[in-house]
């Protein structure tokens, strides 16, 4: 069983090592431990891909729904690009708490970059705010909140 130092370390290699897009390449899976079991980052796959296909948590399986690459641009700042490449994305660019993460076509926008910090919080640069899951699995979205120390907004990040 990994250590959360040394999955920090390893995402924060990662984060260095990855390319700039999601087509080939290394896959990441991005999880939370919470209850009895892990969940991973999962994007909806009910009809397709779409701009604004909900972004939540759901038990791991390790599909193209849960494969996320992390990339790095100036300043340290990253996207993080999903299935088919879409990224994801604060919905209409909201700042406040309880804003849901999205799927949506890269444009690279401020409410497209995320840094990974070195305790497991993925903070939204421009609301420096954390993503959180309001649940364990069952599809619980992913939301903007304040940074905390809390299990629902630290994330694991592996290959």
Same mark, same amino acid.
């Given at each position: 069983?990994?250590?959360?130092?040394?999955?920090?370390?390893?995402?924060?290699?990662?984060?260095?090592?990855?390319?700039?897009?999601?087509?080939?390449?290394?896959?990441?899976?991005?999880?939370?431990?919470?209850?009895?079991?892990?969940?991973?980052?999962?994007?909806?796959?009910?009809? &397709?891909?779409?701009? =604004?296909? $909900? +972004?939540?948590?759901?038990? @791991?399986?390790?599909? %193209? #729904? *849960?494969?996320? !690459?992390? /990339?790095?641009?100036?300043?340290?700042?990253?996207?993080?690009?999903?299935?088919?490449?879409?990224?994801?994305?604060?919905?209409?660019? &909201?700042?406040?708490? =309880?804003? $849901? +993460?999205?799927?949506?076509? @890269?444009?690279?926008? %401020? #409410? *497209?970059?995320? !840094?990974? /910090?070195?305790?497991?919080?993925?903070?939204?640069?421009?609301?420096?705010?954390?993503?959180?899951?309001?649940?364990?699995?069952?599809?619980?979205?992913?939301?903007?909140? $304040?940074?905390?120390?809390?299990?629902?907004?630290?994330?694991?990040?592996?290959?």
């Amino acid at each position: 069983m990994k250590t959360f130092a040394s999955l920090v370390l390893s995402a924060a290699f990662t984060l260095f090592a990855t390319s700039a897009h999601a087509g080939g390449g290394t896959y990441l899976t991005v999880h939370n431990e919470l209850g009895d079991g892990h969940f991973c980052m999962d994007a909806s796959l009910d009809s &397709g891909v779409h701009d =604004g296909d $909900p +972004v939540y948590v759901y038990r @791991c399986h390790g599909r %193209a #729904n *849960q494969r996320w !690459t992390i /990339t790095q641009s100036i300043g340290g700042q990253s996207a993080i690009v999903g299935i088919d490449g879409f990224c994801l994305d604060v919905r209409g660019a &909201g700042e406040r708490s =309880g804003t $849901p +993460v999205q799927l949506y076509q @890269c444009h690279f926008g %401020a #409410n *497209q970059k995320f !840094t990974v /910090t070195h305790g497991g919080h993925i903070r939204e640069v421009d609301s420096g705010k954390c993503l959180a899951s309001l649940g364990r699995g069952g599809r619980a979205p992913i939301v903007l909140e $304040p940074c905390r120390e809390y299990a629902n907004q630290i994330w694991f990040v592996e290959k």
